[in-house]
Structures are given as structure tokens and as C-alpha cells.
């Protein structure tokens, strides 16, 4: 049980995908974070829900507000994960 809506879970899973390949691995985005790499495993494939605790550490390595990790405005649409290059093709 999670105190994070479905929707939300989501969306942080969804910017943990895109931190792993901007940091290079699983293995340096969990220690970034702080969590063991079986943790954060757990977390993006569905095995444990997402913490409130893994929200506030994504969007602190992220640089952004919770609120934009927890709604899918981080990364935003159409965001490249290698370069950061927003396609705003993509975004629409």
C-alpha cells in the first residue's frame, strides 16, 4: 500500500526510467538516491509501490518540485534521456 495514487506511482517510475539512463546505470542512480539497487529494482518494475520518501529523493536529485515529479511534468513529454533535448513534436 502505497500513500501515492496509481497515477502517481506512475509518474515517478516513470522518472526514475528516464534518471537511470541520464545517470548511467541502476546501480549509480541508487546510490544517488540512497537505496540498494534491489530496492529501487522493486520499485520501477512494480514489485514494491513508491514511498513518498522516493518521490522527495527523485525530485531532489531531479532539481525539481515534487508536485512536477508526482503529475508527469518530470521529465517533461517529448524529453530526450541522453541529451535532454525537448521535441516539441513530441510533447504535443
Same mark, same amino acid.
Given at each position: 500500500m502505497s500513500d501515492l495514487t496509481a497515477a502517481?506511482?506512475?509518474n515517478v517510475?516513470?522518472?526514475l526510467k528516464f534518471l537511470?539512463?541520464?545517470c548511467g546505470s541502476w546501480t549509480? *542512480?541508487?546510490r544517488a538516491l540512497g537505496f540498494g539497487e534491489s530496492t529501487? /529494482?522493486?520499485v520501477v518494475t512494480g514489485f514494491r509501490p513508491v514511498s513518498p520518501v522516493v518521490a522527495f529523493r527523485v525530485a531532489k536529485l531531479a532539481k525539481v518540485g515534487v508536485d512536477?515529479? *508526482?503529475q508527469g511534468r518530470y521529465p517533461e513529454p /517529448?524529453?530526450?534521456p541522453h541529451? /535532454?533535448?525537448v521535441s516539441r513534436e513530441a510533447a504535443q
Open positions: 502517481e506511482q506512475t517510475r516513470t522518472a537511470r539512463t541520464r549509480v *542512480l541508487s529501487i /529494482g522493486n512536477d515529479v *508526482l /517529448g524529453t530526450c541529451c /535532454g533535448h
